[in-house]
């Protein structure tokens, strides 16, 4: 077994599936954890009956049962479900995973503690008094313990990280993790950072608890196996991550190069707060190895005022979306407008060409401050006038309401809202088809869906179309090289990126 173990856990509902799930999963993790509350099919009275698919293993497999009040999915009578474990594991399994709750009945039966895992959940939160209650479950005598919290927060997994390194300093086995969204850089750090093991599900959507990823993203996507405390530690921050297709994206290139990297899904509610402890060198309260962070909505503002530098174009434009973590201090930059502007220089030239611009958010602040940085002329259109007059003032561009674009003579138009985004509006366009008549080039910054409503429209209207998925690999790319000095292998990221949302 690698020291970085991942471990598959099979939650199927019948017995014949969890034998495929078994099999399957020898190909992708190191261990296998049955959730055997799962299953409906299944007589939990005798644990023989564990034979029937248990036959099939060709790694250890950990026997879990777990109580409804610590997330099981049915109940099961404590004396038949902890009789089941506890046998399970010592004539046909390798292990048992018992509630600490229910250790004092378990004990009963006797159970070889090489055999046993006792753990902890807390499904609401991460409490305060975490170390106390590590020092209550590691006093019952057992191979491994295992604490698994609820992350509400990032700051939340800071907790897990410490009881991790004690562990590590006491010689201890743990398992210790922060569930939730917020709690995925624990679940892919974990094992590295002095965790027994990590879990993932066989398929997406199948996870036993929130923020689990698939065993093959923690393989093929995050590298578990491979990271180490030296790995560098890189990812993107924003409110809504988990999905977000950078992961993807820069993992992929950083195994392209066999660049010891790792980048991280990093859910952040409370910026200053995470600067303050995961960040700054002289108050970060993680030891890893962080070199650089893509930074997202809501942050990309916001993010300038806790930098000690930043590059001239993230200055001009306001908006930051790459920190680089140096030794004299953190620096920040805009690769967006680079990211906008390079597949429109693909397609014409824009000195001296008339450009709407639809929305005036972030991304349309790095557009337009591209745009005029190339020569071009640029108006902005929004469905309020007024809202947009801070960026008019900005760059010195007019501002419309959205509903003159159709009169107007530009060129090009770029839709830089969100509008006919997948989760958002799909279907929708900002502006009616006949507003796009006549335009030479139209571009959306949205990929996904690749085709939008709006890109749909120019298509019929014959005008040249641009979808938002180059200036996502373009504006990565500038980020890898920040970090790393290295190039990305050309078209790489793109094509991961492409590849990602074609599965999603
Ligand atoms: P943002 O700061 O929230 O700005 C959104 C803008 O869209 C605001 O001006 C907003 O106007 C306008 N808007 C929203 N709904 C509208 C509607 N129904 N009709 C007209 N205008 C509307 O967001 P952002 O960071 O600029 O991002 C905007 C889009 O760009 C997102 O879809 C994002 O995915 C995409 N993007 C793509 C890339 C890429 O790499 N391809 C990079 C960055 C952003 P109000 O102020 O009136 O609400």
Redesign the pocket.
């Known amino acids: 077994m690698s020291s970085n173990s991942i471990c598959a856990v099979i939650t199927d509902e019948t017995l014949a599936a969890a034998r495929r799930s078994i099999q399957q999963a020898a190909a992708v993790a190191d261990l296998i954890e049955v959730r055997l509350d799962y299953l409906r099919d299944f007589d939990f009275s005798n644990p023989e009956n564990l034979r029937s698919f248990l036959e099939v293993k060709s790694q250890p497999v950990i026997l879990t049962c777990r109580s409804v009040e610590e997330g099981g999915k049915q109940h099961v009578d404590d004396a038949i479900r902890l009789r089941l474990l506890v046998e399970g594991a010592r004539q046909l399994a390798d292990f048992c995973d018992i509630e600490a709750a229910h250790y004092e009945a378990a004990a009963t039966l006797a159970p070889d503690p090489s055999r046993l895992i006792v753990s902890y959940h807390n499904l609401t939160e991460t409490p305060s008094d975490l170390d106390a209650i590590y020092d209550r479950l590691s006093g019952l005598p057992a191979a491994i313990h295992k604490i698994a919290t609820r992350a509400r927060s990032i700051t939340d997994t800071l907790a897990i990280f410490k009881l991790l390194a004690r562990a590590r300093s006491e010689g201890r086995n743990l398992i210790a993790l922060a569930m939730g969204e917020a709690g995925i850089i624990t679940r892919v750090l974990g094992p590295a950072y002095g965790g027994f093991l990590t879990y993932g599900s066989l398929a997406a959507g199948e996870g036993s608890a929130p923020g689990q990823l698939t065993c093959e993203e923690l393989r093929e996507v995050y590298r578990v196996h491979g990271i180490s405390r030296d790995t560098v530690i890189t990812g993107i921050i924003g409110g809504k991550v988990a999905h977000s297709l950078s992961p993807v994206m820069h993992n992929r290139a950083f195994a392209a190069l066999d660049l010891d990297f790792v980048y991280l899904p990093i859910e952040v509610d409370d910026l200053d707060g995470f600067f303050r402890r995961f960040v700054r060198a002289e108050s970060r309260e993680l030891g890893w190895n962080l070199r650089g962070l893509s930074v997202t909505?809501p942050h990309?503002v916001s993010v300038t005022r806790l930098l000690d530098r930043l590059d001239e174009t993230a200055r001009r434009v306001g908006a930051v979306n790459t920190v680089v973590v140096e030794d004299g201090g953190l620096a920040g930059y805009n690769s967006?407008v680079h990211?906008?502007i390079a597949p429109l220089e693909r397609v014409c030239a824009l000195e001296g060409r008339l450009c709407g611009v639809?929305?005036?958010?972030?991304?349309?602040r790095?557009v337009v401050y591209g745009l005029l940085s190339r020569g071009a002329r640029v108006t902005v259109f929004?469905?309020?006038p007024k809202?947009?007059a801070a960026l008019g003032e900005s760059f010195g561009v007019e501002v419309e309401p959205?509903a003159s674009l159709e009169s107007s003579e530009v060129e090009i138009v770029i839709n830089?809202?969100?509008?006919g985004?997948r989760g958002?509006?799909e279907g929708t366009s900002?502006v009616s088809r006949s507003a796009l008549r006549g335009r030479r080039v139209v571009y959306d910054?949205?990929?996904t869906p690749l085709e939008t409503r709006f890109l749909a429209d120019a298509k019929a209207e014959d005008c040249q179309m641009i979808n938002?998925?180059e200036?996502?690999a373009v504006?990565a790319e500038a980020q890898f090289e920040l970090w790393t000095g290295r190039k990305p292998p050309d078209s790489l990221m793109e094509k991961a990126a492409l590849e990602s949302i074609t599965a999603r």
Do not use: E, F, N
Not at 358 to 364: E, L, V, W
Not at 416 to 419: G, I
């Open positions: 909505i990309k967006d990211g906008a639809i929305g005036a958010g972030g991304a349309a790095a929004t469905r309020d809202k947009g959205l830089t809202t969100p509008v985004m958002h509006s900002p910054l949205i990929y938002g998925l200036m996502l504006q």
